[in-house]
Each structure stands twice: as C-alpha cells, then as structure tokens.
C-alpha cells in the first residue's frame, strides 16, 4: 500500500517527557507516531468544541450593556 503524502515534526522534548512519552507507548503497544497523532487529534476536538461553547465577542458586548 503505498503511502500518504506525509510531513515531518521535528521538536524538542525533556528527558521526562521523552520518558513519559516512551511510557506511554509501551504501556498502549503502539509507537510514538500513533500517540503523538492521536495526541494531536484528541487536542484539536477539544479546541474546535471550546470555540463553539463560547460566545462571540458581539454577543458578550451585547449582555454586558
């Protein structure tokens, strides 16, 4: 199966969190691809539900008059 156009994150990280991370990992038995995508997802759901709970900025205006 050929593969998806894909990119590369390259980032910085403490021991701790490598260790957590490497944890994490061997704990669920899945790389360190696959938590760190699901990581990405799961925060970009709680992201997009957070913006629609919150009123618009027209509206607070409207019931702080």
């Known amino acids: 199966m ?5 990119g590369w994150i390259t980032f910085q990280a403490s021991p701790e969190e490598i260790e957590l991370l490497e944890e994490l990992c061997q704990k669920s038995q899945r790389t360190k691809t696959e938590v760190l995508r699901e990581l990405l997802r799961s925060l970009s759901g709680n992201y997009r539900r957070s913006l629609q709970s919150k009123p618009t900025k027209k509206l ?4 702080n008059r």
Do not use: G, H
């Open 60 to 63: 607070q205006n409207k019931n």
């Open 2 to 6: 050929p593969r998806k156009e894909q």
